[in-house]
Nanobody
């Protein structure tokens, strides 16, 4: 089992940047593929980015491609989401998630563990 704790959210102006971190505790962080999702008020939780166990395979939602970058440091049991050129529509609670299965997960149901989320607010 793994416990996930997100940090790094906050209030930023449009065009600015934030880096989210997700620290994992528990066994064998390197065994988990990781993902980031967001949930805006009144909307479903949606996929943002995913990274494989090794970090070699990465996938982004079209809405963040070219602006966001997912990475991981298995030695530090941490996955990151660098968010650049933020837009007001990026405002949401951001969640990290972990899955034991190999391959990238693009759907909520493919993940086994979730963090509590961190709020990102982008002002116009």
């Amino acid at each position: 089992q793994v416990q996930l704790v997100e940090s790094g959210g906050g209030l930023v102006q449009a065009g600015g940047s934030l880096r989210l971190s997700c620290a994992a505790s528990g066994r064998a962080f390197g065994s988990y593929a990781m993902g980031w999702f967001l949930q805006a008020p009144g909307k479903e939780r949606e996929f943002v980015a995913a990274i494989s166990q090794s970090g070699i395979s990465i996938y982004y939602a079209d809405s963040v491609k070219g602006r966001f970058a997912i990475s991981r440091d298995n030695a530090k049991n941490t996955v990151y989401l660098q968010m650049n050129r933020l837009k007001p529509e990026d405002t949401a609670v951001y969640y990290c998630a972990a899955r034991l299965s190999y391959g990238l997960g693009l759907q909520r149901y493919e993940y086994d563990y979730w963090g509590q989320g961190t709020q990102v607010t982008v002002s116009s």
